[in-house]
């Protein structure tokens, strides 16, 4: 199955292209050594038989295997500082910057900062929704690509039950139920955070949030790469969900601010798209919004995670300033999007000479 794939994959390659079997079949095999690791299948995703790559600009994309490579920037010591969304809130509170409050941790026996509830039981969750204000966003202490999630519209203390985005009731027991099998970690709480108005205007109600690359050499953290997750229709998150659920992802020229292409996902069928598709926004050619503020503020947030040397910011543009969504490690599912969008590979000059030289003597 997985040869005849590649052979139609090679044909249709050659369909668009002209480049040959022959010529294909060379550049893989060049590619599959040190430093790329780029196997077969990310070879055609990349379009890298596209005549449009010079030899020098295939050579600077990475394939999933490189990851052991480029993580090795980040000392695992302080990969809990990513990870743990609560450990980042008291990082954050500490260090003077603003994250997303916690209001409520749902855990049998951890606790957070002192003004965030402790939710351990169901009469407890009966009690905090009672008096919370609407809406709440719900999301997992450690989760991954906006699974988990959910926003709670409402809750009607008598019936004790609630409404989540959507118009989905669900008994508060049932919603229980739910919270405990989502994660052992625990889940979080927080006030929904309001996009700024320049962003509404852009791509609706929903917040949608910038993946801001950093990279920690020498001199200093400075941005390395960007793409802009825009949410569209009653999605809650601005993550694709493997290209999914419609949302978009925008790549960004990461010293500009200006889109330079966007995609859209829908079914897991990646289709390329120039405008917004509920605000009807034109999105090629556009500057994203604030973005000297955001440059300016993950540059200088980077300084307070000096060991994850390869960070991966979501940094949204709200009603009340920049903010800080979470840190991501920059592994591989970061590294795939934004060159898949971006038509650029990862390591570039600036890469090569941040990385250890004792990456290159690994066996592959």
């Known amino acids: 199955m997985q ?3 590649l052979i139609r994959r090679s044909s249709d390659a050659k369909a668009r292209s002209g480049v040959g079997y022959v010529r294909q079949m060379v550049q893989i095999m060049s590619l599959a050594r040190k430093p790329n690791l780029i196997g077969p299948d990310e070879y055609f995703e990349y379009c890298l038989y596209d005549p449009k790559f010079s030899l020098a600009e295939r050579r600077e994309f990475v394939g999933y295997k490189a990851e052991r490579f480029y ?38 026996w951890r606790i957070a900062n002192p003004d965030c509830e402790h939710i351990r039981n169901v009469d407890h969750l009966h009690c905090f929704l009672s008096g919370a204000e609407f ?43 739910w919270l405990q099998s989502s994660t052992r970690e625990g889940m979080l709480f927080q006030r929904m955070l309001i996009p700024s108005q320049e962003v509404v205007n852009v791509c609706g109600e929903r917040l949608s949030s910038v993946r801001m690359i950093v990279l920690c050499d020498q001199d200093r953290p400075s ?19 493997g290209w999914r659920n419609g949302n978009i992802v925008a790549a960004v020229d990461h010293v500009s601010g200006m889109i330079q292409r966007a995609y859209r996902g829908l079914n897991g069928t990646r289709i390329e798209v120039s405008e917004h598709p509920d605000t009807k926004t034109p999105l090629i050619g556009l500057r994203i919004p604030h973005w000297d503020e955001m440059k300016t503020y993950v540059e200088s947030i980077a300084k307070v995670f000096p060991g994850v040397r390869f960070q991966a910011w979501d940094i949204a543009a709200t009603s009340t300033g920049i903010c800080a969504l979470e840190l991501n490690l920059a592994t591989f599912h970061t590294v795939h999007a934004t060159q898949l969008v971006s038509h650029k590979g990862f390591l570039d000059d600036r890469l090569v000479r941040v990385l250890p030289d004792s990456v290159w003597l690994e066996d592959s």
């Open 71 to 108: 993580s090795k920037l980040n000392l695992s010591s302080w990969d809990a500082t990513a990870n743990d969304k609560v450990l980042f809130e008291q990082v954050m509170l500490a260090s003077g910057f603003s994250s997303p409050k916690n209001l409520a941790l749902f855990h049998p």
């Open 135 to 177: 809406p709440l966003f719900v999301k997992p202490v450690h989760g991954l690509f906006g699974r988990g999630t959910a926003v709670i519209e409402q809750y009607d203390s008598d019936k004790r039950a609630l409404v989540l985005s959507g118009g989905q009731e669900l008994f508060l027991d049932e919603f229980f139920l």
């Open 223 to 241: 941005l390395f790469r960007a793409n802009w997750k825009l949410c569209t229709g009653e999605n809650v998150v601005d993550n694709t969900d």
């Open 3 to 5: 040869l005849l794939r």
